[in-house]
């Protein structure tokens, strides 16, 4: 119980900080998902179990951060592209109801751990699919997401085709940039155009926990 506590103190004031206003049933929601994701990775390999922070600040917060930079409208339709353990896509659909989310993965354990959240937590706004990304077919999507840890080329080489026209691919990544921002700039001709421009946003000074953390947008 006393970990609860902390964890929803300590969410409901980085979300006061940041200005990312959710309902108190929705911080209860998140701190619940927390506990899941520590019980299913004692099963399954979804965080790193050598934790330096908090799971509520540096997977479920850092989630969250994306709706500082991204507006999400209601009907909106997005995927969560490599969802591990369903971050970034189960905190942001618990904080956007109105929000439909696809969360993808090409690891059935995942997807399966993914699942059983997903209705414990009474999430209906989501669906956990088992496959790879090369094999969806016939849906396109307003925004993709992702946190995995995949060069940005390669992240955009996955997404346009599944991009609405105007969509956006965003991105939670760490370290030096440059370099794959420019190698993804220089290939916009095989993906038509996609992106026409990369924008980065640092969050260091939001957490110590988030130093080289960048929100990255790519933007059809």
Not at 147 to 176: H, I
């Amino acid at each position: 119980m006393e970990r609860k506590e902390k964890d929803l103190s300590l969410l409901e004031e980085l979300c006061r900080q940041q200005h990312i206003a959710l309902e108190p049933e929705m911080l209860e929601k998140l701190v619940r998902y927390r506990a899941l994701l520590d019980e299913w990775n004692l099963k399954v390999n979804l965080i790193s179990r050598k934790e330096d922070a908090p799971v509520i600040v540096k997977h479920i917060f850092h989630s969250l951060l994306v709706s500082r930079y991204h507006t999400f409208r209601d009907g909106e339709k997005v995927l969560d592209l490599g969802t591990g353990g369903g971050l970034p896509g189960i905190p942001l659909a618990i904080a956007f109801p109105s929000v439909q989310f696809l969360l993808v993965d090409s690891t059935g354990k995942k997807i399966a751990a993914c699942r059983s959240m997903i209705k414990e937590l009474g999430i209906l706004n989501t669906i956990a699919l088992h496959t790879r990304v090369e094999e969806l077919k016939g849906v396109v999507f307003d925004t993709v997401l992702s946190r995995q840890v995949a060069p940005l080329d390669e992240l955009c080489g996955y997404a346009f085709r599944l991009l609405k026209p105007g969509g956006s691919l965003v991105c939670l990544k760490g370290g030096s940039l440059e370099k794959e921002v420019e190698k993804t700039l220089a290939m916009q001709k095989e993906r038509n155009g996609f992106p026409r421009s990369v924008e980065l946003y640092p969050i260091d000074s939001v957490s110590p926990y988030f130093e080289e953390k960048k929100i990255v947008i790519a933007l059809g």
